[in-house]
């Protein structure tokens, strides 16, 4: 099977723009989440979501949003971004044909904020 | 809200060497906690503890669950140069899924 991924890989920006990041899942997954990463505060989570629902939030502003498709495949827009938003962002798949905490990971897009 | 905490931050050893790294964590609704492993990119997985299943081993890596001091422990024997990464430890809680919370991670530099 193949694995997740995202798109593009490397993004860079200037602040003020926005930016949409693109991850489809593992075949057969329906859950799909969402990550940044930053040396600084670490992996932090963004939202999650299952059948096109958003189920879950963390705690980041609104400019950061997202959508998910009929075919599992998920957006994460930011809008307004700012040099902070610089960071690794990581999208994960998840089996929900069983109830398992376990998330298999893209391996990101890398965001430069300029 | 859930805490995860990882220790030590960042561990050098050689080639060889066992090396245990720590994760401790404060979790309303205790369910499940994951081990990762990120080397350049993706955090690959490596273990699932619950409450049900509080050891895990594959190779020479090995995990246990502490459910009474609410811990987890990676052990990696004779660790490879190739060992080199970030160690990640998540909780998985609460009464949904699809959120996982991450410690700051451990930084293990393995030399030849």
């Known amino acids: 099977k193949a694995g997740v991924t995202q798109t593009p890989r490397y993004l860079i920006k200037t602040r003020g723009q926005q930016v949409t990041l693109s991850c489809s899942p593992i075949?057969?997954?329906?859950?799909v989440s969402w990550y940044q990463q930053t040396p600084g505060q670490g992996l932090q989570f963004l939202f999650e979501y299952f059948s096109e629902t958003q189920r879950n939030k963390g705690n980041f502003p609104g400019r950061f949003s997202g959508r998910q498709f009929s075919n599992s495949r998920s957006e994460m827009n930011v809008s307004t971004l700012e040099l902070g938003d610089s960071a690794l962002y990581l999208c994960?798949?998840?089996?929900?044909?069983?109830?398992?905490?376990?998330?298999?990971f893209g391996p990101g897009t890398r965001l430069t904020v300029l | 809200e859930d805490k995860v905490v990882q220790s030590p931050l960042s561990l050098v050893v050689h080639e060889g060497d066992t090396v245990t790294l720590n994760c401790s964590y404060e979790?309303?609704?205790?369910?499940?906690l994951l081990w990762y492993k990120q080397e350049k990119k993706a955090p690959t997985f490596l273990f699932m503890l619950t409450s049900s299943g509080i050891e895990k081993k594959s190779g020479r890596l090995s995990s246990i669950l502490d459910k009474k001091e609410l811990s987890s422990i990676l052990n990696i024997t004779a660790t490879q140069t190739g060992d080199s990464a970030i160690y990640l430890c998540a909780d998985a809680g609460g009464t949904s899924y699809g959120k996982l919370t991450f410690g700051q991670g451990t930084i293990l530099t393995v030399h030849p």
């Open positions: 979790v309303t609704n205790f369910r499940s």
């Open positions: 075949s057969g997954h329906r859950s």
């Open positions: 994960a798949s998840r089996s929900t044909g069983e109830r398992t905490d376990t998330q298999y």
